[in-house]
């Protein structure tokens, strides 16, 4: 998502699609299933872009880090301290000693290791970071760590050798996505593919000059859109990846070598293209917030999309337009000498330090100000002991439960290894006092419930991606959809409690008052978790209307609990 040292119009009219593409998926997924496949093509641009920038501008690695430090730096660092203020302090509290160490490993360019360390991109676990946006950030950072030193490798060489490294080079690199396919998903070397695709469409674009009808090079931008509007994520690895890179090469290689004035070249299409970086460093924390503090409506839905376009705009021409200077021209790298050498600490210090006064003010919180310093560190010793405890039982109660990880086929990216659903011991994973019905929010609910000492004998029956919903025609979904059904309608209800945890902001309504009416007239005891407080009816007015009195609420919180004292 980084631009080179001379722009190249048609280049930001694809920056504009790429962002406005992962803008509407971020918003509701519905709009356009395969906008993630945003970041792919920025992906692509970005090895265009870079290759061209140290080919043409014979860049040292030192100009160039630089170049890439103060284009990136900066604007990123302000969207994780106010986005860190916000939650803490406008969120009442939102922000978690979780959502503080994805702050820190994004900030180090790391935060593709450690989401890839929690969980998958699109499991509901991670819906509620606002930082997760940060991987792909991370990626293109490393990248720009290696491939100066690729490019100086191979300067020298003629065009066919250096087609042959890169295409070796993407086989390579796409083949990680066959050994790993989860890791690959956030690992740099398993993307170097798509940065290669675009170096090659650079070194084509210097070796030939393609002139095609203007007819074709929309057919290629309408190809790429037909991908954002048909892929979700449950393809084959050839075509939910590899094809979209080639065609998105293809679009990058014809768009540089003739633009499209119609429309690449518009000035709206320029204006969101130019600001695209700021624009997605802004829009996942606006929608996260958004869908916590309030109803996950079309009204929300609609200010979250028009608010991440202003605040990335803004954050654009505040942050990172006046420091995005250009080192390699010599009057403005004397002039700038002062800043480059100590601007760069400046910034990271004074970003450390309100992070750390952030992370006290996390720990604060939790004791009342009046305590003497002696009385703080007693409080610290229990909480210690408490939290040490409370491994213990989580680890305990974990071991207690059975898992049906009911894992269907065309789930987690189409991987196979998982079992089917008429293959399951339900004797065995079903058995306990208490039952647990989930989606991917299931270690989240069951570490819950370890927590506050309620999943000693508890069955689970979960599977990533199924929403409980009594109308889904989706294959994947309607036999676990069947046996969820009969478990809760059961006239004897065969658990003591039956625990509901899905990423209820996805539920239309006319679902969840359809699935609220269903649970009430059930002979079981209910409890509802969710991670996110957020529901697009009021549950508990749902539930009234039905002359409910057998379903309890509990909300997840990502701080630390004492033993017995539940998270409400």
């Not at 001379?6 to 930001?12: A, C, M, T």
């Not at 066959?178 to 398993?190: D, G, I, T």
């Amino acid at each position: 998502m980084a631009s080179g040292t001379s722009r190249i119009p048609s280049i930001d009219g694809l920056r504009a699609i790429a962002v406005l593409a992962v803008l509407l998926f971020h918003v509701d997924h519905k709009l356009l299933p395969g906008g993630y496949l945003g970041v792919d093509l920025f992906f692509v641009i970005s090895g265009f872009v870079v290759t061209k920038s140290l080919a043409e501008n014979k860049l040292r690695y030192r100009e160039f880090l630089l170049r890439r430090f103060y284009r990136l730096f900066p604007a990123g660092a302000t969207t994780i301290l106010v986005t860190l203020l916000a939650f803490e302090f406008a969120g009442h509290g939102l922000l978690s000693k979780q959502h503080v160490h994805s702050a820190i490993a994004s900030f180090t360019a790391t935060s593709n290791f450690y989401f890839m360390r929690h969980s998958g991109y699109f499991d509901t676990a991670l819906q509620g970071n606002p930082f997760l946006h940060f991987w792909s950030l991370s990626v293109e950072e490393q990248f720009y760590l290696v491939w100066p030193w690729l490019i100086i490798l191979i300067s020298a060489w003629r065009f066919f050798a250096k087609a042959a490294f890169l295409i070796v080079l993407a086989i390579m690199s796409a083949a990680i996505f066959w050994w790993a396919p989860v890791e690959a998903f956030y690992l740099m070397p398993a993307r170097a593919f798509q940065f290669g695709a675009g170096a090659l469409a650079y070194f084509v674009l210097g070796q030939y000059r393609l002139l095609l009808p203007s007819i074709g090079i929309y057919a290629m931008l309408g190809s790429s859109i037909i991908l954002f509007f048909t892929h979700d994520g449950t393809q084959s690895w050839s075509t939910a990846i590899l094809l979209p890179t080639v065609i998105f090469a293809s679009l990058v290689l014809l768009a540089a070598n003739q633009p499209l004035d119609r429309l690449l070249l518009l000035f709206p299409i320029q204006y969101l293209g130019l600001a695209s970086y700021s624009i997605y460093l802004a829009h996942w924390p606006i929608i996260v917030y958004s869908n916590i503090v309030y109803d996950a409506g079309i009204q929300t839905k609609v200010l979250a999309f028009l608010l991440s376009i202003v605040a990335g705009v803004a954050l654009h021409y505040a942050i990172e337009r006046p420091l995005n200077f250009r080192i390699s021209q010599k009057t403005a790298r004397k002039k700038s000498r002062f800043f480059v050498i100590f601007g760069g600490p400046v910034i990271a210090a004074t970003t450390a330090c309100v992070m750390a006064v952030i992370f006290a003010q996390i720990h604060a919180s939790a004791m009342p100000s009046s305590l003497t310093a002696s009385r703080q560190d007693s409080d610290l010793d229990e909480a210690e002991k408490i939290y040490a405890q409370t491994e213990t039982i989580r680890a305990a109660a974990i071991k207690k439960s059975w898992a049906c990880n009911t894992f269907e086929p065309g789930r987690l990216n189409g991987n196979k290894k998982y079992k089917l659903l008429d293959d399951l011991n339900l004797g065995e994973c079903l058995k306990g006092k208490n039952l647990l019905l989930a989606d991917s929010t299931a270690e989240v609910a069951v570490y819950l419930l370890a927590t506050t000492g309620k999943a000693d004998s508890l069955a689970q029956l979960d599977s990533a991606g199924c929403s409980f919903l009594l109308s889904t025609t989706a294959p994947d979904c309607t036999k676990m959809n069947a046996l969820r059904l009969t478990l809760i309608t059961n006239t004897s209800c065969a658990y003591s409690t039956i625990y509901l945890a899905f990423s209820w902001a996805k539920y239309k309504p006319d679902d969840l008052r359809a699935l609220f009416a269903l649970v009430a007239k059930s002979p079981c005891s209910f409890v509802i978790l969710s991670q996110l407080p957020s529901f697009t009816v009021n549950p508990e007015q749902a539930l009234r209307a039905n002359n409910s009195n057998n379903v309890d609420f509990t909300f997840e919180s990502e701080r630390e609990c004492p033993k017995g004292n539940g998270s409400h």
